[in-house]
């Protein structure tokens, strides 16, 4: 297979990139290609060319064909720079499909590299715990997924210089950037769902990272340094492991564990206990490691790392974003701000959106993917505080969303869903010069009181118990990704209690918001799926969703989308 021509092969291309639909191989791909080179990216399955699109890279200079490499390589375009960036990188494997594609098939690319016309040179991506003598575990102490990128290591060593093949080496430390959930990624989970007590290792555990943008920049210039040379690149700035874990957790809102476990501990503790998996320990050291060489390489070529801070902040944010894998973002733009003493997560535009949107309960701003698609212009959808992806705050919720909009350079329309609608018209009456119009789709206190459910004692235990399955069935909602992650949150510590009490504690304001509705002076709408009618009658106007119940934006997206940007009533 060659896409989108197999004319790009009557010259030699600039590179091939093995291993083109991995982590690190897409990147440097999308970082040869925005360079203006020709690319021929090796894979088993093109799930390269969608991910660039998204990307917003251009495919015109890319031809995608398929290779095995755990199997001899023949009938491929030659190219310059052969990058091997394949690797099966997973814990728990087995050994011999660990040695497969990372020793195997890193002779199989060295082999067939051999055989390509002069100039050319072979870029090989190794770890920065597995290469060279001087640094690195004991291999009988290491997994077969660490043991088998050892062994690769010296083994493409070994046949590159039997073979004369220019080399060179790059020993990347733990890759972080968008998509990337292995690794440290786990530690950033268990730490967002409250389940890290304490750290292993101690005070001086070095756990150092690159971002993807950074190696992959780096890689793209590596042809042009002297051959021979391996490269250890990672940010020795990066803080001791318990110093980065509580940057993470300040910046996601979440405790940070207080107490530390030496790894000979937790290796003797039952995985169950623990949560970890044996061979990721083994990164777990106060090694550090000879970056001088890559240092002064990524100097001369013009390359700087980005702080490690606001690295790490912003990989928090596209992992909380993407669900640690399971999902995926539905805006370009997301990440945790400061609003009102609450770590509070955004999704959208937050200073010239034309709508901004608050969901109701127990969802997140997740439920509104479906009408944002629909909706014309940027849209601002934040999780309310203390619920969903954000931290509490003290104050009212009403004086939280003043400040979410004191950023806000439009005066938008402010469309609030079920238990939101009341903080939304509080606002609107206390702020009116800040909304140019209010949409209360299922406004709670207009329609019948709250189930049984929260009126239970154990009702926050029975919703963080709920799978996506339950909870969508017990909202009345087809299983989706905004359930999903609605059932996700709900699991973290908290959330299930604290939306429990935001029901129960509008249960009694019903009253209170219902006068407010008389005082509101911006124009006011309400949007209602017709099997689930207002119960106290209004004078705004009502427009009623057929064949929707209580979350008719997550139902009938598009009906809704109308009915929201839609002229008021009587307007010219």
């Given at each position: 297979?060659c896409r989108?021509?197999?004319l790009l092969?009557?010259?030699?291309l600039?590179a091939?990139?093995?291993?083109?639909?991995?982590?690190?191989?897409r990147s440097?791909?999308?970082e040869?290609?925005?360079?203006?080179?020709r690319v021929a990216?090796?894979?088993?399955?093109?799930?390269?060319?969608?991910?660039?699109?998204a990307q917003?890279?251009?495919?015109?200079?890319?031809a995608v064909?398929?290779?095995?490499i755990?199997?001899?390589l023949?009938?491929l375009p030659?190219?310059?720079?052969?990058?091997?960036?394949a690797?099966?990188?997973?814990?728990?494997?087995g050994?011999?499909?660990a040695?497969?594609v990372?020793?195997?098939?890193?002779?199989?690319?060295?082999?067939w590299?051999?055989?390509l016309?002069e100039?050319?040179?072979?870029?090989?991506?190794s770890?920065?715990?597995?290469s060279?003598?001087?640094?690195?575990?004991d291999?009988?102490?290491?997994?077969?997924?660490e043991a088998?990128?050892r062994?690769?290591?010296?083994?493409?060593?070994?046949?590159?210089r039997?073979?004369?093949?220019p080399?060179?080496?790059?020993?990347p430390?733990?890759?972080i950037?968008?998509?990337?959930y292995?690794?440290?990624?786990?530690?950033?989970r268990?730490?967002w769902?409250?389940?890290?007590?304490?750290?292993p290792?101690?005070p001086?555990?070095?756990?150092?990272?690159?971002?993807v943008?950074?190696?992959?920049r780096?890689?793209?210039?590596?042809?042009h340094?002297?051959?021979?040379?391996?490269?250890?690149?990672l940010?020795d700035?990066?803080?001791p492991?318990?110093?980065?874990?509580?940057?993470?957790?300040?910046?996601?809102?979440?405790?940070?564990?207080r107490?530390?476990?030496?790894?000979?501990?937790?290796r003797?503790?039952?995985?169950?206990?623990?949560?970890?998996d044996p061979?990721?320990?083994?990164?777990?050291?106060?090694?550090?490691?000879p970056?001088?060489?890559?240092?002064?390489?990524?100097?001369g070529v013009?390359?700087?790392?980005?702080?490690?801070?606001?690295?790490?902040?912003?990989w928090?944010d596209?992992l909380?974003?993407?669900?640690?894998?399971?999902?995926s973002?539905?805006?370009?733009a997301y990440?945790?701000r400061?609003?009102?003493?609450?770590?509070?997560?955004v999704?959208?535009?937050?200073?010239?959106?034309e709508?901004?949107?608050?969901?109701?309960?127990p969802?997140?701003?997740d439920?509104?993917?479906?009408l944002?698609?629909?909706?014309?212009?940027?849209v601002?959808?934040?999780?309310?505080p203390?619920l969903g992806?954000?931290?509490?705050?003290d104050?009212?919720?009403h004086a939280?969303l003043a400040?979410?909009l004191?950023e806000?350079?439009t005066?938008p329309?402010?469309v609030?869903h079920s238990l939101?609608?009341g903080?939304?018209?509080?606002l609107?009456v206390e702020?009116p010069?800040r909304?140019?119009?209010l949409?209360?789709?299922?406004?709670a206190?207009l329609?019948?009181?709250?189930p049984?459910l929260?009126?239970?004692?154990?009702?926050a235990?029975r919703?963080?118990g709920?799978?996506?399955?339950?909870?969508?069935d017990?909202?009345?909602?087809p299983a989706g990704?905004?359930?999903?992650?609605?059932?996700a949150?709900?699991?973290r510590?908290?959330?299930?209690r604290?939306?429990?009490?935001?029901?129960?504690a509008?249960?009694?304001?019903?009253a209170e918001?219902?006068a407010?509705l008389?005082?509101?002076?911006?124009?006011?709408?309400?949007?209602v799926?017709a099997?689930?009618p207002?119960?106290?009658?209004v004078?705004?106007?009502?427009?009623?969703v057929?064949?929707?119940g209580?979350y008719?934006q997550?139902?009938?997206?598009?009906?809704v989308?109308?009915l929201?940007?839609?002229?008021p009533s009587?307007?010219?």
């Amino acid at each position: 297979m060659c896409r989108p021509s197999c004319l790009l092969w009557e010259a030699s291309l600039d590179a091939i990139v093995f291993g083109a639909t991995g982590f690190v191989g897409r990147s440097l791909v999308a970082e040869l290609l925005r360079r203006g080179q020709r690319v021929a990216a090796a894979v088993r399955n093109d799930t390269l060319t969608p991910w660039l699109t998204a990307q917003g890279v251009g495919t015109d200079r890319l031809a995608v064909v398929t290779a095995d490499i755990t199997r001899p390589l023949a009938g491929l375009p030659e190219a310059r720079v052969v990058y091997n960036s394949a690797a099966r990188y997973a814990f728990g494997l087995g050994v011999d499909e660990a040695r497969a594609v990372n020793v195997t098939g890193a002779l199989n690319v060295l082999d067939w590299a051999a055989t390509l016309p002069e100039p050319r040179r072979l870029v090989h991506i190794s770890g920065y715990r597995v290469s060279a003598a001087e640094v690195g575990p004991d291999p009988a102490a290491s997994g077969a997924y660490e043991a088998s990128k050892r062994e690769a290591d010296l083994a493409v060593r070994a046949r590159a210089r039997e073979l004369g093949v220019p080399l060179n080496i790059a020993n990347p430390s733990t890759v972080i950037g968008p998509g990337q959930y292995v690794g440290l990624a786990t530690l950033v989970r268990q730490l967002w769902h409250g389940r890290l007590p304490a750290l292993p290792g101690g005070p001086d555990t070095f756990l150092p990272v690159v971002t993807v943008g950074h190696l992959a920049r780096f890689l793209a210039e590596l042809p042009h340094a002297p051959t021979g040379e391996h490269h250890w690149v990672l940010d020795d700035a990066t803080p001791p492991l318990p110093e980065l874990i509580g940057t993470v957790a300040d910046h996601l809102g979440v405790r940070a564990p207080r107490r530390t476990i030496p790894v000979g501990l937790v290796r003797r503790l039952p995985r169950a206990l623990t949560g970890a998996d044996p061979e990721t320990l083994h990164f777990l050291s106060t090694d550090r490691y000879p970056t001088a060489s890559a240092d002064a390489f990524a100097a001369g070529v013009g390359l700087e790392q980005p702080p490690v801070a606001d690295a790490l902040r912003a990989w928090a944010d596209d992992l909380v974003a993407a669900g640690f894998g399971a999902g995926s973002p539905w805006s370009a733009a997301y990440g945790f701000r400061a609003v009102a003493g609450s770590r509070t997560w955004v999704t959208g535009d937050r200073h010239r959106p034309e709508h901004v949107l608050l969901h109701g309960l127990p969802m997140n701003a997740d439920l509104w993917a479906p009408l944002a698609a629909h909706l014309p212009g940027p849209v601002l959808a934040p999780d309310l505080p203390g619920l969903g992806r954000s931290s509490p705050t003290d104050r009212p919720t009403h004086a939280w969303l003043a400040e979410l909009l004191d950023e806000v350079r439009t005066r938008p329309t402010l469309v609030a869903h079920s238990l939101a609608c009341g903080p939304a018209l509080r606002l609107a009456v206390e702020r009116p010069e800040r909304v140019g119009e209010l949409v209360l789709v299922s406004p709670a206190f207009l329609q019948p009181p709250s189930p049984r459910l929260v009126r239970s004692r154990l009702a926050a235990v029975r919703l963080r118990g709920m799978s996506a399955a339950r909870l969508a069935d017990t909202l009345g909602l087809p299983a989706g990704p905004a359930v999903a992650s609605a059932a996700a949150d709900l699991r973290r510590p908290g959330v299930a209690r604290r939306v429990v009490a935001a029901l129960r504690a509008a249960h009694g304001r019903r009253a209170e918001f219902r006068a407010l509705l008389d005082r509101v002076a911006v124009p006011v709408r309400i949007v209602v799926g017709a099997a689930d009618p207002l119960v106290v009658p209004v004078e705004h106007e009502v427009l009623e969703v057929a064949g929707a119940g209580h979350y008719p934006q997550l139902t009938h997206p598009a009906e809704v989308a109308g009915l929201v940007t839609r002229a008021p009533s009587g307007s010219p």
